[in-house]
């Protein structure tokens, strides 16, 4: 029996809406995840991509850590770490082995969600062609307002309810995270925070392509900067207004948990009075000086003011 999902790719192709039209002379790229994983079964699918996911982790991850902290460009860092002091050995094994676990849920919840689409549950679509191509970026953004909110208000929730908490306080192990740190959750607390891939397509249509993208730039790529426990001139300012930085991420592990549950911008802790900045630290500690002070020859190549 045809499932619903291929009766619809199949329909695309017979029209001019074809996924991948035969004239266009880029179509041999045009083959997109959704195309590229039909026929897969489920119990298949998510040992394949957390195979794949897997893979992209410990490659970048790994990459950065050991750039960052074991290579001859490690020691010119040190001035744009945020906590001076290394990093204990066996943090960096359980962060590995949470963040293994964690991203195995990750792709979870994208095997979950082209399942759905390829039973015709939701509104995932494979060609960039099958809605108009200004509908794009305004998924796009929807998906960025959708899990910017999401995040922050799951994040606040896990550290005033007991019961989350329980699952979440297994991510503040690690006080002073590397780059593995982005994915070193409890495998539950990670898969509720992946959760928005697998229900935003149930809100509205959005390209297979441009939900993966975003969700990897603002959960993978951006939490890496902030996990990575360093604060270069070239990324946000620690004394952004709306921004989140690695050091308002930082504060918040190493000690100021009631503090910065933002995870890309800023806007949601300031209107709940939850915005913690390093003016407030040097109140509490007139000393305290955070990375951007400790290189003030260096402030104003600092973005984000």
Known sequence: MTRPGERRLRKLRKTSQSPCPRPHPASYTCVMLLDLFDGIPFYFLWPLLAAVGVSWYLLICGGLYLLLHHSRFSQAALRWKTQPQPTRPEQVQGEVFDGVLSMSMVMGCVALSFWCFYNGYNKLYASPTEYPLWAIPLSILGAFLVMEVFSWTFHWACHKSPLLWKVHKHHHRYSNPTPFGVMADNPIDMFIKASPILWIPFLFPIWDVALIATFAAMNFAYG???????????????????????????????????????????????????????????????DYRCTECRNEPLMGLAVGN
Do not use: C, Q
């Not at 918040?252 to 806007?267: E, I, M, R, W």
């Open 224 to 286: 890496i900067y902030l996990h990575g426990g360093f604060d270069p001139p070239w990324m946000p300012s620690p004394h952004s207004r709306f921004l989140v930085s690695a050091w308002h991420h930082n504060e918040h592990h190493a000690g100021s948990l009631k503090h910065n549950f933002g995870f890309f911008t800023g806007f949601l802790d300031i209107l709940f009075g939850t915005r913690f900045t390093p003016a407030d630290k040097a109140n509490k500690r007139p």
